[in-house]
């Protein structure tokens, strides 16, 4: 019964032992414990990492986005200017040469009006038609200067394409070489523009 006994007794003790030796000790389960922080820190620093990225990504997406909008407000404000600029020169140029268009209307009858009194009238009343026709010239050409039209002078004036059209090349001793020393057809310029060249000769 003793032996029994005491084979019971360190049976128990046993198997106390071995549960004692199967509970993790007190710096074991620190050591878990810490094992689990760092875990939950590097999935904490992992995700504020992601998060820093995403927001890192969307700055710059905006920034993309504003510069993009940027571009385009710059560009239509250069186009605006631009057409503003452009609109008032073809206002400018509008009010400036208005008359052209009745100029150039008006000369073939001061072509004829100058032919008409090239004549040399013979009796009083072609005289007196002469006159009136004269008159009736002076009022155009008055008319005319008043809207910055006037004759492009020629015989004399050294010969310029701008201004004069060669319609014949001569030889005199009396001008200097390439100087008109004729006009055929009157020229017009309204203002600083020419609407019609002069017809000329022009000495070789």
Do not use: C, W
Request: hydrophobic share 30%; net charge negative; aromatic share 4%.
């Amino acid at each position: 019964m003793e032996n029994d006994a005491k084979r019971n007794h360190e049976d128990i003790l046993s198997e106390e032992n071995t549960d004692s030796s199967e509970q993790p000790s007190s710096h074991e389960k620190d050591m878990a414990f810490t094992e689990s922080d760092n875990i939950d820190e590097d999935i904490q620093s992992d995700e504020e990492e992601k998060r820093e990225n995403d927001e890192s990504d969307d700055m710059q997406e905006l920034e993309r986005k504003l510069a993009d909008a940027t571009n385009r407000m710059l560009r239509i404000q250069a186009d605006y200017d631009n057409f503003r600029r452009r609109t008032k020169q073809e206002k400018e140029s509008a009010a400036k040469y208005r008359s052209q268009s009745l100029a150039e209307k008006l000369l073939p009858a001061l072509d004829n009006f100058e032919r008409g009194m090239m004549i040399t009238p013979q009796e009083e009343e072609t005289k007196s038609l002469l006159q009136g026709m004269e008159m009736v010239y002076r009022q155009l050409k008055d008319a005319l200067a008043e809207e910055g039209i006037e004759p492009i002078e020629t015989v004399g004036k050294p010969f310029d394409p701008h201004y004069h059209q060669a319609v014949m090349q001569v030889e005199t001793d009396e001008f200097e070489s390439n100087v008109v020393v004729e006009e055929m057809q009157k020229g017009y310029q309204l203002k600083d523009k020419v609407i019609r060249p002069a017809m000329v000769k022009v000495n070789a």
